[in-house]
């Protein structure tokens, strides 16, 4: 399996959030410890069913194409010019 680090970053500040959240319950005692084996449970399934898949298939995108043509060739980066002027299209690739 290919795994590249293309949402690396984006995966890691949703990490940092989601721990954030559940070490801020435990310390305000609105949760136990228990709450990072659910915190654990939740970031692997969303690791291996959204993250991995999209990271691993823009990898693949990537080194498929000839690198000096894949800003003009690439649907991925028609859409994301179009995305900087239309904030309707910016705001749907958020979600």
Known sequence: MIHSGG???TGGIADVSGLCECLTGIHN?????SILDKYDKIRR??????VDPMSTANFKRLWSQDPDRAGQDD?????????????????????
């Open 29 to 33: 005692g609105r949760a136990d410890n």
């Open 7 to 9: 949402l690396g970053l």
């Open 45 to 50: 399934e969303r690791y291996n069913t959204i």
């Open 75 to 95: 649907p991925f980066f028609d859409i994301a010019r179009q995305a900087a002027i239309d904030l309707e299209l910016a705001k749907k690739m958020q979600l």
